[in-house]
């Protein structure tokens, strides 16, 4: 499955409608939009809001997938459940959540610091369990049809959910119809080990920052160990991998282009960046470039608060000897998995990780660069599709069948025909 990245940061509505169309034409899975919460953060001046955002993609398109991202720390889950639930129905099915818990925005919302992880994440489960109760508040039956192109109401199967948690109160139920999909497709993005539970119990689908194959193997194995135990269905949480990828017609040409992209980088900006991604606690603007880190400067990932996961990446690259160099050049993909080549080189990476069982999603950006876009469209997915990797052809009419997850439990879901 291939998701689409859709950057608002950088797009206009016309130019994500022009992205939304190229990936349906081509059968992409599903468009993804990240979200930042912060002026400058990341570059995210101007950033719009994801569900808006996709809300208005999912009118010019009918069948492509809808990823949002947006972070349990600063919403209300009630909240969520009418968001997420009101953009299933403009959809007819199609949407997604991809349940973050943010490493930056306090400032915009009453916090003079950011709550530590392990608040961050007990508010996330909470937040999962009233969202998710409240989609299955309405049972079978409490829709029925009319008739008459109407639908007639069955009050007593429609379930308040007297929530009472830590957290939060929510007597329920939820005040929209039973969703399309019963309830959107749950994704999640974290790879700490508060990440690597939340993920483990309630995700269909984590979205990962798995920079080599053996990272994409032990964390493949823990997360869905973990999963295993909770009783999960077999496969489950699926795994979403980033891809930054370098396309040239040669091997050649790819390597000189990584080559031209690095000589031409800001290393100054790209030493903040590296400081952003090892916790935001060093000062890397006195070290020389060609020299390792001293130990000193590498932070323990439990000492931090902000994006501890990361923190464990970049810690484990510094304390490999890496100089600061070759740090601030990988932090330019923060941590997520980067490779170069002709589409063919490109598609043995990702067949690799694919025939592992250590990659199942994964984005494909720049469908807005025609360069790019030729790339893809005309080189790495008609590879892919050769290889019997990406499909060529939506599954169903959800995007949850789209995806092949397996079914809600009847328990689980208050979906009906109407």
Do not use: C
């Not at 809808?66 to 919403?75: D, G, K, Q, S, Y």
């Amino acid at each position: 499955m291939y998701a689409a990245a859709v950057d608002p940061a950088r797009s206009t509505l016309d130019s994500a409608i022009g992205v939304a169309k190229v990936a349906e034409e081509n059968r992409i899975d599903a468009l993804f939009a990240a979200d930042l919460l912060s002026f400058g953060a990341q570059g995210a001046i101007g950033a719009q809001e994801p569900l808006i955002y996709l809300s208005a993609l999912s009118a010019v398109t009918t069948q492509i997938g809808l990823i949002a991202t947006v972070t349990t720390t600063f919403h209300h889950p009630y909240n969520l459940a009418r968001l997420f639930g009101t953009l299933d129905h403009v959809s007819n099915g199609r949407s997604a959540w991809n349940a973050v818990t943010s490493s930056l925005g306090e400032e915009n919302y009453g916090d003079q610091e950011l709550p530590s992880p392990e608040h961050r994440y007990a508010r996330a489960a909470e937040s999962l369990e009233v969202v998710h109760a409240l989609f299955d508040s309405w049972g079978r039956g409490a829709l029925t049809p009319d008739g008459r192109g109407g639908a007639v109401l069955d009050p007593d199967r429609v379930r308040p959910i007297d929530y009472r948690g830590d957290h939060f109160t929510v007597r329920g139920p939820l005040n929209i119809p039973p969703l399309p999909q019963g309830r959107p497709v749950q994704f999640q993005a974290g790879q700490s080990a508060g990440g690597v539970e939340l993920g483990a119990r309630y995700a269909e689908a984590v979205f990962t920052s798995l920079t080599t194959f053996d990272d994409a193997l032990t964390y493949t194995r823990r997360i869905r160990a973990r999963a295993r135990e909770l009783g999960r269905p077999a496969g489950l949480p699926l795994i979403f991998s980033s891809f930054h990828a370098t396309y040239g017609a040669t091997e050649a040409e790819a390597a000189r282009l990584v080559r031209e992209q690095e000589e031409s980088y800001d290393f100054e900006a790209g030493r903040r960046l590296l400081e952003d991604m090892l916790g935001g606690g060093v000062d890397l603007s006195e070290l020389p470039l060609d020299r390792a880190l001293p130990e000193s400067l590498i932070p323990e990932s439990d000492s931090v608060h902000r994006r501890r996961g990361r923190v464990e990446i970049f810690a484990r690259l510094a304390a490999s000897g890496r100089t600061l160099r070759e740090l601030i050049l990988e932090a330019r993909h923060t941590g997520h998995w980067s490779a170069a080549g002709t589409p063919e080189q490109l598609a043995d990476a990702i067949e690799e990780r694919y025939r592992a069982g250590v990659l199942d999603i994964v984005t494909v950006g720049g469908l807005d660069d025609p360069r790019t876009r030729d790339f893809v469209t005309n080189g790495l997915l008609p590879e892919l599709r050769r290889r019997d990797i990406a499909g060529s052809d939506y599954r169903g009419a959800t995007f949850r069948e789209n995806l092949e997850l397996p079914p809600l439990p009847e328990a689980e879901t208050g979906r009906v025909a109407v």
